[in-house]
Structures are given as C-alpha cells and as structure tokens.
C-alpha cells in the first residue's frame, strides 16, 4: 500500500524516529506526562511537515528510500526548539520568574 509515494514500512519509520527524538527531548528537558504528549506530537508532525513540503518542493537531503530524512529532521528540530522555547517561557511564568 503506497500513502503519498510512502510505503507503510516508510511511514512507520519515520513515524518511530521521530517519535524517538520527541521523547529524548522530553529527557533531555523534563516535565510530566503533558509535556511528553506535547514533545512528541510537535516532533512528529514537524517531521512530516518537512518531509512532504521537501518532497512537494523537490529538494532531496539525505533521502532514505522515500523518506526525505533529512528536511524532516531539520523541520523537526525547528520546531521542537520553538515548543521548548515556549514552554520555557510557560515555567517560568508559573514559576513567577520574568
């Protein structure tokens, strides 16, 4: 079965590297069980964001297979830096810190 040129072995894949990289950002962060919905949700759909915007645009980097890996993992990283960010700025609010 093919989704949008994506196998379902390509799909699941991607699906568990990012899901891999949302919780090791959780690690790496901390919180509660909240903010590890939050990481890995924003990580996976950064991925594929980047993956089909990449894909669509036909820029290729770091292709494995059909998974444009390595726009995916920069749209990744892009947007877990700006979920850390704000939920930075979240603690220290509740924190009181300014």
Not at 19 to 37: E, M, P, R, S, Y
Not at 64 to 73: A, K, R, S, Y
């Amino acid at each position: 079965m093919i989704f949008l040129g994506l196998t379902i072995p390509a799909f699941l894949f991607g699906s568990l590297l990012s899901l891999f990289l949302g919780a090791l950002v959780h690690f790496w962060q901390g919180g509660n069980w909240k903010f590890l919905l939050l990481f890995i949700t924003a990580s996976w759909l950064g991925f594929w964001v980047g993956h089909f915007v990449a894909t669509a645009l036909g820029w290729r980097f770091l292709k494995i297979g059909p998974v444009n890996l390595g726009f995916g993992l920069i749209a990744d990283l892009l947007l877990l830096g700006a979920v850390i960010w704000f939920v930075k700025g979240e603690k220290s609010k509740e924190k009181g810190i300014n």
